[in-house]
């Protein structure tokens, strides 16, 4: 028998310390963005996201450190698709989907652990040599279907960028438990599923991050604002 979880509180709880943070979002933005088609949110954000690469990259070079990969967002949710792989983006991708302005250089995903899901997964990113990140490079890492049953959540470097595989969602659980909090969207010319706006607060709320507090107070003026589009 699972494990019963936590109620969550609603997305829109006001707290004192989120409310605070809220006084210095830029709502005419938000409204901005909540205008913006989605091909158009996802050209604005790679756009945004090639300056904070460069910058990126500036500084890797000016300390000495290797350059980041940037990662290929419309290249690995298309690769998944074509392979037909059950997932659900969430993080700061599914943030951008439903209209939130801010930098992410990875994408975390929610996968299904059943077999046929789990090959599907292991085939479609095996030509782009995953390992995982931070992993010193002669740490030798298996891409293979023994790998993901002994483990569950992988934080993966690859060819296309960095990907985080979510066998379950802190505060949320498996894919299955996630599913019903979805919402099929476009995103960088993909239809995928996405963690819906209000669970997205729900899950940092529940984490109890300081440094989430910040990205909390967007959301919930993003979702202000959405419900009075409606």
């Known amino acids: 028998m699972g494990t019963a979880r936590a109620e969550l509180a609603p997305a829109d709880d006001a707290d004192p310390v989120i409310e605070a943070y809220k006084q210095d ?48 967002f419309s290249v690995i949710l298309g690769l998944l698709n074509h392979w037909r792989v059950k997932f659900i983006v969430t993080g700061g991708i599914a943030g951008l989907a439903h209209g939130l302005a801010r930098a992410t250089f990875d994408i975390d995903l929610v996968y299904a652990r059943d077999a046929t899901n789990v090959r599907r997964l292991i085939e479609a990113l095996r030509a782009f040599t995953p390992r995982l990140r931070g ?18 959540n992988f934080a993966l470097t690859t060819v296309l960028g960095d990907i985080d595989l979510l066998g379950e969602l802190t505060g949320a659980g498996t894919y299955e438990e996630v599913l019903p909090h979805t919402a099929e969207l476009e995103i960088f010319g993909q239809r995928c599923q996405c963690v819906t706006l209000e669970r997205l607060i729900q899950i940092k709320r529940a984490a109890g991050r300081p440094k989430d507090f910040e990205m909390i107070a967007q959301m919930q003026a993003l979702l202000e604002e959405r419900r009075k589009q409606r």
């Open 135 to 152: 992993a010193s490079p002669e740490f030798l890492f298996s891409w293979d279907e023994t790998t993901i049953d002994l483990g569950l």
């Open 25 to 72: 979002v830029d709502r005419t933005l938000l409204r901005g963005i909540l205008n913006l088609t989605s091909q158009e949110r996802s050209q604005k954000f790679e756009t945004f996201m090639e300056l904070a690469y460069e910058l990126r990259r500036s500084e890797a070079r000016r300390y000495g450190r290797a350059e980041a990969v940037e990662t290929r």
